[in-house]
């Protein structure tokens, strides 16, 4: 018997949950989880009721399990979820199952407790996180919203541009003595609207970190002194321009184009805040590990919630055609794309201060990539080229302008044709200008496969969502050169040239 009582208490003890055992309604016997959970000591516990561990809402629901303690037989009489009170008068959740047990000395419900503050807790933040998921979905769904109706605005307005200027050309050129003058005039129109549609959709890959970027380890003050003179030219007599350069600062790896696009988008930016003119302080300097550059305005400042709203693409405070809500949008983008951060300070009537910070480079890096090609290309030599481009109209444009310039243009709508008419083709195929996204088969898987057929050819990309030819951080991979649509006639020749000549 003593082994018994023994082994008995051992496996009271070892159970992870508290273990009460009653007789009638009195405490008879408890484990060491139950001197825990409770916060009494064990001969404090012992000859407790049980009406005094528990809430008054509780003992209404454990009333009816008493009756069944009394008058039921041996065995267990199932779990209910209650709370307790602790020692200190805190209340905690439980999960309370209780079994009878008929001895010679008698009858007894051993009840086991399990704490359940865990598990509350963790229903809790798991309820948490699915209303912050919730309201997540329901920002994202709102931002795309307001994306795809800031793009079908600005486009809508750029496409009646271009269709209407088209169609004046068109009338004009039907008369039966044009007037050339005023046909060129609507011309330019037409390539204007087609530009600001080039200038937005730049301005949306670099939100999106979809731009090609080409980074090089740059002075960011020798960045700042470049567009500096443009920046006092656009912000106007009212604005007075305070650039502070910081000494001895590390170069930044970054894209030249993208840097001067985001500190004139930062300078405007900040002048619109400051319709009566004010002060526009440009400093920079060191920031730990960091290269910090910041850019402060004395004008309206924002309120918190316009300030939370700041970088969404196309959110705007500005009237209308006032501008596009993309500026911050766009320096967000191009500063996450660069691998840095960007943070906002204001206060409404007191100014605005936007922080951008850009990891240091000790080396220098290179990319593959064509830009800053010469003005003016040199002539054809007579070299083949296939053209694969899935779109008519443009396949015939570029066929066009490479074929007026002494080139030798083979054309395919898709990679499988172009596969096939290179096996048909008996001469050299001096370049591949292919589009990158396309039905079927990728303009990169369609490069390996022609390239490794006929390993002379050079290979051109050429287009306006560069993705699948982009590392992560953007930049092109090793090798590969791509040509950005829209382009003009001479873009092409040239990076046709370029490319050929490389």
């Known amino acids: ?26 405490i008879v016997l408890v484990n060491d989880r139950a001197v825990e959970l409770y916060g009494w000591t064990r001969d404090e516990l012992l000859g407790k009721t049980i009406d005094t561990l528990i809430t ?10 008493r009756r069944k303690i009394a008058e039921g037989r041996p065995g267990p009489i199932g779990a209910v979820t209650t709370t307790i009170r602790r020692r200190d008068g805190s209340e905690i959740p439980v999960e309370s199952s209780v079994s ?22 963790a229903e809790q933040e798991k309820a948490r996180l699915r209303a912050e998921a919730h309201v997540h979905r329901s ?58 549609g080039t200038d937005l959709t730049h301005q949306l890959l670099s939100f999106a970190r979809r731009e090609v970027v080409r980074p090089q380890p740059l002075d960011l003050n020798e960045s700042l002194s470049e567009v500096e003179e ?16 910081g000494e001895g600062l590390p170069p930044v790896l970054c894209d030249p184009g993208q840097i001067s696009q985001l500190l004139v ?80 300070a204001t206060t409404p009537g007191a100014g605005t201060t936007i922080t951008v910070l850009f990891p240091a480079v000790a080396a220098a890096s290179s990319s593959s990539v064509l830009s800053d090609s010469p003005a003016v290309p040199a002539p054809a030599r007579g070299e083949t080229l296939l053209v694969v481009e899935d779109e008519a109209a443009l396949r ?26 290179a096996v048909r083709h008996e001469g050299a195929i001096d370049m591949l200008v292919s589009d990158v996204v396309m039905p079927g088969m990728s303009g990169k898987e369609l490069a390996e496969r022609l390239v490794c057929a006929r390993p002379a050819t050079r290979v051109l990309y050429m287009s306006g969502y560069a993705q699948p ?33 490389d």
């Not at 009878?100 to 807790?121: C, H, K, M, N, S």
């Not at 443009?230 to 502070?244: A, C, D, P, T, W």
């Open 396 to 421: 015939e444009v570029a066929g066009r302008i490479l074929s007026g310039a002494g080139y030798h243009v083979l054309t395919a709508e898709c990679g499988a044709e172009a596969l096939a008419l």
């Open 469 to 501: 030819v982009l590392h992560s951080q953007g930049t092109l991979d090793p090798g590969v050169a791509l040509l950005e649509k829209p382009f003009t006639a001479t873009d092409l020749l040239v990076a046709v040239r370029s490319r050929l000549d």
């Open 265 to 344: 988008n930062l300078a405007l930016n900040a002048r619109d805040a400051m319709p009566g003119g004010g002060d526009l302080v440009i400093d920079t300097g060191r920031h730990g590990e960091q290269v910090r550059l910041r850019v402060g305005d004395s004008g309206t400042g924002m309120t918190p919630e316009v300030a939370e709203r700041a970088f969404e693409p196309f959110f705007t405070t500005k009237g209308s055609g006032s501008g596009t809500g993309l500026g911050l949008a766009t320096v967000y983008g191009i500063v996450t794309q660069a691998g840095g951060d960007v943070s906002i």
């Open 56 to 65: 008054d809402d509780a003992k209404l629901m454990l009333a009816e399990r």
């Open 1 to 26: 018997m003593e082994w018994s009582e023994e082994l008995a208490s051992g496996l009271l003890q070892a159970a992870p949950d508290a273990i009460l055992v009653m007789s009638g309604n009195h």
């Open 230 to 245: 443009m920046l006092r030219r656009s912000l106007g007599e009212q604005v007075n321009l305070i650039v502070r350069p």
């Open 139 to 196: 920002q994202r769904l709102e931002s795309l919203g307001q994306l795809a109706g800031g793009i079908a605005h600005d486009f809508n307005n750029m496409l009646g541009v271009i269709v209407n200027y088209a169609n004046f050309v068109i009338e004009e050129a039907a008369e039966p003595a044009p007037d050339l003058s005023a046909i060129a005039a609507d011309a330019k129109q037409v390539v204007q609207a087609g530009k600001r």
């Open 100 to 121: 009878i047990v008929d001895t010679p000395q008698g009858r007894f419900a051993v009840a086991v407790v399990r704490d359940l503050t865990e598990r509350a807790r």
